[in-house]
Nanobody
């Protein structure tokens, strides 16, 4: 069973960058689609970006396109979310999640993901 732990969150000024990491334990990391989701105060959790098992396919929410980059290193059992040009509206708790569904990357929706981390706080403020 996949277990994931997020790290890399913190306080950053507008325009700054952060790289989030999602470290997996357990076997078969490369069998899972990985997604990054976020939940801002008072809002529902939303998909940010997803990546296929091999890393060959990615999907981004409109809010992330051009600013965020998802990647994974299966040899290290780790996925990443590089976030550049951060805005105050990016402030949220960011979650990493795994899905055994190959199709999960195309939709990048919460219902397809069954293995969730505890989240890491990202705060964008001057």
């Amino acid at each position: 069973q996949l277990q994931v732990v997020e790290s890399g969150g913190g306080l950053v000024q507008p325009g700054g960058s952060l790289r989030l990491s999602c470290k997996a334990s357990g076997s078969g990391f490369d069998f899972y689609t990985i997604g990054w989701f976020r939940q801002a105060p008072g809002k529902e959790r939303e998909g940010v970006s997803c990546i296929s098992q091999s890393g060959g396919s990615t999907n981004y929410a409109d809010s992330a396109k051009g600013r965020f980059t998802i990647s994974r290193d299966n040899a290290k059992n780790t996925a990443y979310l590089q976030m550049n040009g951060l805005k105050p509206e990016d402030t949220a708790v960011y979650y990493c999640a795994g899905s055994s569904l190959t199709s999960a990357v195309a939709v990048c929706g919460e219902p397809d993901f069954g293995f969730w981390g505890q989240g890491t706080q990202v705060t964008v403020s001057s």
